[in-house]
């Protein structure tokens, strides 16, 4: 049997153990790994906004926020290579980054104060911050912060439209828009357009309210304050404070039937001065003339209205000056135009189609020949602004045939004002030409020539003889009047005792038949001298002055 050795044991190295310290590190490395993964992976995009200037943005402070919530922080700020912008680089949330699209906005919310109120005063404490208002298109990290808060959010249902004027005048940014003195929108802006030099107003009407504009509506410029005249006086209309500073805009809609349709987004009106040309802009048929009035226009302007019997029918619509070569003068034809609706027939109804311009044109030519004239009057005495007025003549001479057209109004001289106004400057004129300087030189000489009589002795001695000789008349005249009663009564006397003894005469010479007639014609004699003692008697006692003047002519 086969001694089996015993196979010696062969001792084999021991392996070292991983220590359990080191699993710290890699744990911690681990958690270091996912944190900065997932703070890569949550934080949001780098963007750039470019501001005006840097008033109030501080790197690494100011906030971007929407709706007072945070979303990114400015982290530097620099000045453009041009150093006229201010270059903000801001580090957004993961929450924005959706939302950082082309018609996002961002401005710098500070405190303003303006003429439409006081915004931002809760940044006096917190400091400036970026307000974002998210937008839509594609994605974008470049953007051109606004100057100005916007006047509506993009988030506010309505719908804009565009106003096309000549002037802007009042408004402004943030300026109201009325309907029936309710605000239900707001200026967004105004651009000027170079090509046709008008001036494009953009508003927002806010949604029910944009309902309101269709097809027909007519906008207008609201300064405020609106003053009219009429039979019951003047009449003065406010609207609010915010109007009075900012100005506004009104909008009105004709009836459902009368309004068109529904004006979509964008769609582009007219902005009138006030609501008298807005009504007068609807669709009508106006029939141009002409007119060459004698004399100068002063006063005439583009858009004076033409009356006829005082009502409205038409507007001048410009003025030039024309040289006449032939006839070596110069001329101001005045371009008018007419409403062919504004004279209504009789029996034609009031919503009537108006007559077409060839039609019109005859019924203008009857009221010619009729002895419709114009001429022009005085729309305002303390402005002097003038007006075209039509009238009838009826002695006017009839219009010369030239104008086989029949586009040429026959005119008149100006109105009786107009004639009364030249002939005081005529009289002025003559005034200013007669030599006032040598009148008041002669008249001068005479003051002094009279100042140098009155003040000579002759004329003192006299005054004084003047007096003493009205001293005695007066003497004289009282002494007439104590005299004077005495005298009438011995008069009287005396014609009592001649008329009794020419009586008795009589009786003698009536009872004698043989009485000789030299007596007769004695006792007459007689009796018409006591006829004239008692008239001398009467009359003394009514004028005793006769006794020192004589009688006066009149035989009083």
């Given at each position: ?28 490395a681990l958690i270091a790994g996912w944190l ?349 602004q003038k007006l075209v007025a039509l009238d ?72 004084a003889g003047l007096a003493r000789a009205l ?86």
């Amino acid at each position: 049997m086969t001694e089996r050795h015993p196979v010696p044991e062969v001792e084999l190295p021991r392996r070292r153990r991983l220590s359990p310290i080191w699993a710290l590190p890699i744990v911690a490395a681990l958690i270091a790994g996912w944190l900065g993964w997932r703070w890569l992976a949550e934080r949001g995009p780098q963007i750039v906004i470019t501001f005006q200037t840097g008033d109030g943005l501080e790197a690494g402070r100011t906030r971007i926020k929407h709706k007072n919530v945070d979303l990114g922080t400015i982290e530097r700020v620099r000045l453009s290579d041009d150093l006229s912008k201010v270059i903000a680089t801001a580090r957004m949330d993961r929450a924005a980054a959706d939302h950082l699209k082309e018609t996002t906005r961002f401005w710098a919310v500070r405190p303003r104060l303006g003429l439409g109120g006081v915004s931002g005063l809760s940044t006096v404490v917190s400091g400036t911050y970026v307000e974002m208002e998210p937008g839509g298109g594609g994605d974008r990290r470049e953007f051109e912060a606004l100057e100005e808060p916007p006047v509506v959010r993009s988030d506010v249902p309505g719908r804009g439209f565009s106003l096309k004027t000549q002037q802007l005048g009042s408004l402004s940014q943030g300026s109201p828009v009325y309907f029936h003195g309710v605000q239900v929108g707001e200026v967004m802006g105004y651009t000027l357009s170079p090509q046709d030099r008008a001036v494009s107003v953009s508003i927002f009407v806010r949604a029910p309210y944009d309902e309101l504009v269709r097809e027909k509506t007519r906008f207008w410029r609201s300064s405020g304050i609106q003053v009219s005249a009429g039979a019951d006086g003047f009449k003065l209309q406010t609207e609010s404070l915010r109007t009075l500073a900012l100005g506004g805009v009104v909008l009105d809609t004709p009836p459902d039937d009368q309004a068109g349709g529904r004006a979509g987004e964008g769609a582009g009106f007219t902005l009138y001065e006030d609501p008298v040309a807005a009504a007068d802009d609807r669709e009508r048929l106006r029939i141009r003339y002409r007119l060459e009035f004698p004399g100068s226009v002063q006063g005439l302007q583009a858009g004076a209205p033409v009356l006829l019997r005082g009502l409205a029918v038409g507007r001048v619509v410009g003025l030039r000056l024309e040289y006449d070569v032939a006839r070596g003068e110069i001329r101001v034809p005045v371009e008018i135009e007419l409403d062919s609706d504004r004279v209504q027939p009789v029996n034609a109804p009031p919503n009537g189609p108006p007559p077409e311009e060839a039609a019109a044109r005859r019924v203008v030519a009857a009221l010619v020949e009729k002895g419709l004239r114009a001429r022009l009057a005085s729309g305002n005495l303390l402005t002097g602004q003038k007006l075209v007025a039509l009238d009838f003549e009826p002695n006017a001479p009839r219009p010369a045939a030239g104008d086989p057209t029949g586009s040429e109004l026959p005119t008149l001289a100006s109105s009786d004002f107009e004639s009364i106004s030249r002939s005081a400057g005529a009289v002025m004129d003559s005034i200013a030409g007669l030599p006032l300087a040598g009148l008041v030189e002669d008249l001068r000489r005479t003051i002094q020539s009279v100042g140098g009589v009155a003040g000579s002795p002759d004329l003192a001695r006299s005054l004084a003889g003047l007096a003493r000789a009205l001293g005695s008349a007066d003497t004289l005249m009282r002494t007439a009047n104590t005299q004077v009663p005495a005298l009438v009564a011995s008069l009287r006397g005396v014609a009592t005792a001649a008329q009794g003894t020419l009586a008795a005469a009589n009786g003698v010479i009536g009872g004698t038949s043989s009485g000789t007639p030299d007596l007769a014609g004695v006792m007459k004699q007689l009796n018409d001298a006591a006829r004239s003692f008692r008239v001398l008697a009467d009359y003394l006692e009514r004028h005793p002055e006769a006794l020192i003047r004589g009688k006066t002519g009149d035989g009083r």
